[in-house]
């Protein structure tokens, strides 16, 4: 297992402000060549050949269509039905865009692979300590998985609790740090986004304020700032953050920073999943150490969400899914995005929302412009549902088909309904 899953491992541990317990010495790391000999190990992936999935209706961003065609070839929705060497019967079924998980840690191509067969078909990395291991992840050359894309080592304050989130040591920001210098290090080493970490005793409000500045000035590059208390979230606000990660469990957010969430066109990626995991799965709780001395309760987690939905702010779907980390500690790649849709629809999301939550919006919101909506000239990262996502949001896991770039996935997982 790689940093990513240590570091993973540290955001969940960072959830619970009482943890005692270390993750970080039971993962073992992943190195670039052996993501390369995972590459090599994968059976050769289907040919793309052009194709039309017939008779199908398909998301347009706010419904379903009438029955009609899509047509792709070499990678993207076309709209020239000639040559078709592919035909699949969608009669009765569902068509839409491949998921995004915005807020995830894929280590490999293994968890990869395995994230694409539930249908997510992009996976942002919200970290990343081992650059040479993340490039090679990134470019890893298959055409059967999900794309990925990949936050750098992220902005540590050194007195940032009780060593959640930790990058190498080298790496922490203390008061006198230049950030600058930072994020163009961040960028220069191929990351996508600059990761804060807004905590008690961590990155100064200065600080937070100077790498976004910098980031978005000097790079024209987008920030994602993580919050799990009302203090840090008022911070990451307060910074002009693109997107917040995760979602205060201490308490309720004031409506007033509710309201400058919107007013400054930030979004939320709450990851309700990993809180629902930690909440409820009493050996995990255990094994971070978690006593009632503090304020947390998932019922927080709910409420803080649904205030955001009400309130218009734009909510993102991500899981901050790690996979196994640890004997009895697994949140697992994929199902665990369709878990995140119905987390958010009992918060009172509607399907549409929660739908547009893993596509249209996260592909808006992350600058994904290629993703997201079925058109001509996007990606062909498709997802055929025997069942309408509309009706009852569970229904994204009644999964036919999964396509990424065009390339059928053979090893697609229906989850029982
Ligand atoms: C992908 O292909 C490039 C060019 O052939 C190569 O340099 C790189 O090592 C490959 N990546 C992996 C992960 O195998
Ligand atoms: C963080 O760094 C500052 C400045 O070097 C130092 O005063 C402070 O004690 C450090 N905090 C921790 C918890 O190490
Ligand atoms: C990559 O990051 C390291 C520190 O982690 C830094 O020393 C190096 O200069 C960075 N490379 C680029 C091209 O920015
Ligand atoms: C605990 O949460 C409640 C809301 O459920 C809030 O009113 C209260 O201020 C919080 N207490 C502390 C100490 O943060
Ligand atoms: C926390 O409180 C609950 C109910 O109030 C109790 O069942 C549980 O044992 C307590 N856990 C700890 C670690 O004190
Ligand atoms: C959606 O489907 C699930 C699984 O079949 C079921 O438990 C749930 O009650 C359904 N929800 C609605 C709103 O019908």
């Known amino acids: 297992m790689s940093t990513n899953h240590r570091f993973s491992a540290l955001v969940l541990a960072g959830l619970f402000s009482n943890t005692l317990a270390c993750l970080q010495d039971l993962q073992p790391r992943m190195t670039a060549v052996e993501i390369e000999n995972q ?32 047509i792709f070839a070499n990678g993207h929705i076309v709209a020239d039905t000639e040559d078709i060497e592919t035909a699949v019967d969608g009669t009765g079924q569902f068509l839409i865009p491949g998921l995004i998980d915005a807020h995830v840690h894929v280590p490999d191509i293994v968890g990869l692979a395995r994230i694409t067969s539930y249908g997510v078909t992009t996976a942002l990395n919200m970290a990343c300590n081992a650059y040479t291991a993340c490039n090679s992840l990134k470019h890893n050359n298959r055409t059967d998985v999900a794309s990925l894309l990949s936050a750098g080592i992220a902005a540590v304050g050194n007195g940032s609790g009780n060593g959640a989130l930790q990058p190498p040591p080298e790496t922490l920001i203390y008061p006198d740090t230049d ?20 905590s008690y005793g961590g990155v100064s409000q200065e600080q937070q304020n100077t790498i976004v500045s910098t980031t978005h000035d000097a790079f024209d590059g987008q920030t994602m700032t993580h919050a799990s208390d009302i203090e840090s979230y008022i911070e990451a606000v307060t910074s002009r953050t ?24 930030q ?10 995991y930690g909440y409820s799965n009493p050996a995990v709780l255990a094994f971070l150490g978690r006593t009632n001395s503090t304020n947390t309760t998932y019922a927080h987690v709910e409420e803080n969400v649904r205030r955001l939905y009400k309130a218009g702010v734009p909510i993102v779907a991500g899981t901050d899914a790690v996979g196994p980390i640890a004997p009895g500690l697994d949140l697992p790649f994929g199902s665990t995005l369709h878990e995140e849709l119905q987390l958010l629809n009992g918060v009172g999301v509607t399907p549409l929302d929660a739908l547009r939550a893993a596509t249209v919006e996260s592909a808006k919101w992350h600058r994904l412009f290629d993703r997201g909506s079925i058109s001509i000239g996007k990606r062909a990262d498709l997802v055929l549902l025997k069942s309408n996502p509309l009706l009852n949001i569970s229904n994204t896991q009644d999964i036919a088909k999964v396509w990424v770039g065009g390339v059928e996935i053979e090893d697609v997982i229906t989850l029982t309904k």
């Open 242 to 265: 693109d997107g917040i990660q995760h979602i205060p469990d201490d308490g309720l957010i004031p409506s007033c920073t509710i309201a400058a969430i919107k007013r400054n066109k």
């Open 179 to 198: 950030v600058t210098q930072l994020v163009s290090w961040v960028f220069g080493n191929g990351s996508d986004y600059y990761k804060i970490k807004a």
């Open 267 to 276: 979004f939320v990626t709450p990851t309700m999943s990993v809180f629902k």
């Open 39 to 70: 590459v090599h190990a994968r059976r050769a992936p289907s040919i793309a050949t052009k194709t039309a999935i017939q008779n199908v209706r398909v998301f347009d961003g706010q419904g379903f269509t009438h029955p009609q065609s899509i």
